[in-house]
């Protein structure tokens, strides 16, 4: 079946560090996107990624898609303390048919900030 | 306007009560989806509705949980009888069609069974 990997599953940096997280997918993905869980909250969407190749900025947060849109990262510049949380790469999961929404999530990538 | 509500946000019972877990989606949103996370096996998709039509429900674990959907405002996970290992975040999440695939989660509800 679909699955979406992420890489690393934990990542402890120092506050001021640059962190990434990666994402593969083992189908092809009409798109990808990327949650936000603080640590005690819930999932948070932060970003869709639609095109081929593509790239969006949210200030320190720079995402990108793959050309062959299997895959995705994640990278922050210069974390700070508020970085903390997981962060989660969904695709639409797709097996033929309609899957109203239906998403694979990663794994997640659990960030510490150490101040 | 209001996110995905939950209730209860903390639920603690014993062994063998049975449990309701209850979702209200964002108003308007077709596609509702209830998860169970855990440290161990992580973010799980238990099941969904369309419309309020349950559409795949291969996530249930046992027998022991159902879900219903009886209005586009109101969703019900139960589990009976409840057991230790049920002991997770519960997270209800909608989406609208049309609006792509993203998800809005609910605040969960924390489960514990003792």
């Known amino acids: 079946g679909q699955q979406v990997m992420q890489i690393p599953q934990y990542q402890h940096v120092q506050e001021g560090e640059d962190f990434t997280t990666y994402c593969n997918s083992s189908?092809?993905?009409?798109?990808i996107q990327w949650y936000k869980q603080r640590p005690g909250g819930h999932p948070v969407f932060l970003i869709q990624?639609?095109?081929?190749?593509e790239v969006k900025k949210q200030k320190r947060l720079t995402f990108q898609f793959g050309e062959a849109k299997k895959n995705s990262s994640l990278h922050i510049t210069a974390t700070q303390t508020t970085d903390v949380g997981t962060y989660f790469c969904?695709?639409?999961?797709?097996?033929?048919?309609?899957?109203?929404?239906?998403?694979?999530f990663g794994q997640g990538t659990i960030l510490t900030v150490h101040p | 306007d209001a996110g995905v509500i939950q209730s209860p946000r903390h639920e603690v019972t014993e062994m063998g009560q049975e449990v309701t877990l209850r979702c209200k989606p964002i108003s308007g949103h077709n596609s509702l989806f209830w998860y169970r996370q855990t440290m161990m096996r992580g973010l799980e998709l238990l099941i969904y509705f369309n419309n309020n039509v349950p559409i795949d429900d291969s996530g249930m674990p046992e027998d022991r949980f159902s879900a219903k959907m009886p209005n586009a405002s109101f969703s019900t996970l139960k589990i009976q009888p409840s057991e230790p290992r049920d002991s997770a975040v519960y997270f209800c999440?909608?989406?609208?069609?049309?609006?792509?695939?993203?998800?809005?989660f609910g605040p969960g509800t924390r489960l514990t069974v003792l």
């Open positions: 969904a695709g639409p999961f797709n097996a033929g048919g309609t899957s109203y929404g239906k998403l694979t």
């Open positions: 189908t092809t993905l009409s798109n």
């Open positions: 999440a909608s989406r609208i069609a049309g609006g792509g695939d993203t998800q809005y």
């Open positions: 990624l639609v095109k081929s190749g």
